[in-house]
Structure formats: structure tokens, C-alpha cells
């Protein structure tokens, strides 16, 4: 599946209703030249009143139904479309990181189509799967710390580089 139309959506709406969320998980590590793979698209999310109203006019727009599979015990809303088995999951909190503020301060706008959408810091996605500590985060955490480590080293030679 191609991302690319789907990500420009997002962010479009995104844009268009102020939705507080930054991208996490495979999908933001992907982006940022991680060779994963994910089934859906993870965001963390900022949970007041008003954001979770522009979340409800979001998955409207989208034709997405909402979902709180995992209420109480994961305050997590996932979206999904069948047509197209589409899936966002929109957290109120992840493992490792203290708050969606301290986040979205690290977070690097990413543009899709013409489109800003925030994506996580490769240094926080490997943080919350370190601490979220499942089996399938742990797996994939030497690739991550690998794609990051070069991606410092680049930036390094870059910025010694006359």
C-alpha cells in the first residue's frame, strides 16, 4: 500500500482542523529510513475536549468509524475504514514519553503534498518502544538504533564538511 495519498489527506485535515497529533510508531520510523513495516498509523494525540470534537470531524471526513477497543484499560481511539482497511490509532499516551507537549516539542514537520504533518523524533519512537517493552517493539529496536545512529553520522559529516 502507498501511504504517500493517504499521509497528504491527513495532514490536510489535520491542517484544516487544528488536530493536535504527532505521528509515532513504524509508520513515523518509516519515514524517517526505517526499513519497517506497520499495519496502521499511530499518533499520539493531545486529549481535551476540542481536539477529540476535531477528531470525531476527522474520521467524519474521512468516512473513518471510531472504535475504543482497548477502554478502560488503553485510553487508545481507533479509526478504521473497511473499504480500504485504513487504520489510525490515536493515543492518549505511549510508554516513555511524559507528555504529548514534550513530544510535539521534538517532533519535525514532515510535508506531504503541500501539507505540514508532525512526525515523532526517531529518538522518542525508540524510547517508547524501549519502554512499552512488548515483543514486537523489542524486535525491531537494533533497526531503529541503527537507521538513527547513521542518520546523526550523516547530519555529523554534513555540518564538519567546508
Known amino acids: 500500500m502507498d501511504a504517500g495519498p ?3 489527506q491527513i ?3 489535520f ?3 487544528k488536530l493536535d497529533a504527532v505521528m509515532i510508531g513504524n509508520a513515523a520510523a518509516s519515514i524517517q529510513g526505517a526499513p519497517v513495516t506497520t499495519v496502521d498509523i499511530d499518533f499520539l ?3 481535551t475536549p476540542s481536539n477529540i470534537l476535531k477528531l470525531k470531524r476527522f474520521a467524519k471526513a474521512m468516512g473513518l468509524v471510531i472504535y475504543n477497543p482497548f477502554y478502560p484499560a488503553a485510553q487508545m481511539f481507533r479509526l478504521s475504514r473497511d473499504s480500504d482497511h485504513l487504520q489510525l490509532d490515536f493515543c492518549i499516551r ?3 514519553i511524559r507528555s504529548y507537549e514534550s513530544l510535539r516539542s ?3 514537520a514532515v510535508t506531504f503534498g503541500d501539507q505540514p504533518l508532525l512526525i515523532a523524533s526517531m529518538a522518542d519512537i525508540i524510547k517508547s518502544k524501549r519502554a512499552a517493552g512488548r515483543p514486537q517493539d523489542l524486535a525491531i529496536l537494533v533497526t531503529l538504533e541503527d537507521t538513527y545512529a547513521k542518520a546523526k553520522a550523516t547530519e555529523k559529516n554534513k555540518t564538519s564538511q567546508p
Open 6 to 8: 493517504y499521509l497528504q
Open 11 to 13: 495532514a490536510k485535515l
Open 15 to 17: 491542517n484544516e482542523l
Open 45 to 47: 494525540f493531545r486529549k
Open 94 to 96: 505511549i510508554d516513555g
Open 106 to 108: 521534538r517532533a519535525t
